[in-house]
């Protein structure tokens, strides 16, 4: 088991930032690959970044250039620092992880509670 508990969240005007954290305990060797997904109210889950094996990263289109995602392997942690922040953007957002490669699709074993974005124009 996984426990996954996202932070960082809150809300911003348009072209800010935040960062997101994400911590994990428990049995992390099943967190191999990670991931950040949003969810805005009445959207299907949406994968925003991922990261792999070897840092490897891959990037929705539409946060591409603007999201970075990173981990701390040594503290069990996960990143998502979002710039140039859009209306757009306004979510709940989900870590997930898994032993097994998902990339940006929702099919992660482990997630966490969310925390909430909201980007004012």
Known sequence: QVQLVESGGGSVQSGGSLRL???ASGNTYSASYMAWFRQAPGKEREGVAFIGTFEYTTYANSVKGRFTISRDNAKNQLYLQMNSLKP????MYYCAADRLNWGLLPRYTYWGQGTQVTVSS
């Open 88 to 91: 757009e953007d306004t979510a």
């Open 21 to 23: 954290s994400c911590a």
